[in-house]
């Protein structure tokens, strides 16, 4: 089945440490984006990549980087310059133009202990 | 800039009631694209619908229908006969033509409980 996979669904990190997020996708979708959800909030965009080897910063992209060596996966780094990194992280994906709407990934829940 | 409103925070209703789920935006550009998105509680956001700014028709999906007007920026949502796995967050999105991904502006969403 097509579709948007993250890895792993919960993320335990320790204050100081670097964490990557997975996200695969087998859609064929050129452009891929990572958000950022707290709790009683809407998403907000960390980063977008519209084609690989290339990616632009969103809203909230201080503390975060990311990479896209391939078009099927979009990895999130999640450094410990980022003061609260406490959230859910959400994937997506959408083929190339304004009006494709995104899809989704089951998202990856990170705590910080 | 673009901007997406959904005033309502949270709605709740008892089953079978119909409810409606406001959302208004603003953009500057003629051509815009506007979705809905269901968040159930496992998390992951499902795609419902997408309306062109061209199309003004209304749209009936089951229980599920949309009422877009251009005259007063809205793109409501209304499930008639709720039911308990309608419970779920709800966003209003919106995207302009001109644009790609950083310009997918998403609400901040209304969460509904449907109570049995």
């Known amino acids: 089945d097509g579709g948007i996979t993250q890895s792993p669904k919960y993320l335990f990190r320790k204050e100081g440490q670097n964490v990557t997020l997975s996200c695969e996708q087998n859609l064929n979708h050129d452009a891929m984006y990572w958000y950022r959800q707290d709790p009683g909030q809407g998403l907000r965009l960390i980063y977008y990549s519209q084609i690989v080897n290339d990616f632009q910063k969103g809203d909230i992209a201080e503390g975060y980087s990311v990479s896209r060596e391939k078009k099927e996966s979009f990895p999130l780094t999640v450094t410990s310059a980022q003061k609260n990194p406490t959230a859910f992280y959400l994937c997506?994906?959408?083929?190339?133009?304004?009006?494709?709407?995104?899809?989704f990934g089951p998202g990856t829940r990170l705590t910080v202990l | 800039a673009q901007k997406v409103t959904q005033a309502q925070t949270e709605i709740s209703v008892v089953e079978k009631e119909d409810v409606t789920l406001d959302c208004v935006y603003e953009t500057r550009d003629t051509t815009y694209y506007l979705f809905w998105y269901k968040q159930p509680p496992s998390g992951e956001l499902v795609f419902l619908i997408r309306?062109?700014?061209?199309?003004?028709q209304n749209e009936i999906s089951g229980r599920y229908s949309w009422n877009f007007q251009k005259s007063t920026s809205s793109f409501n949502f209304t499930i008639t006969a709720s039911q308990v796995v309608d419970s779920a967050v709800y966003f209003c999105?919106?995207?302009?033509?001109?644009?790609?991904?950083?310009?997918?502006?998403f609400g901040p969403g209304t969460r509904l409980s449907v109570l049995p």
């Open positions: 999105a919106l995207s302009e033509a001109l644009s790609y991904g950083q310009n997918f502006v």
């Open positions: 997506a994906s959408s083929a190339q133009v304004a009006y494709n709407e995104q899809f």
């Open positions: 309306r062109n700014s061209f199309d003004e």
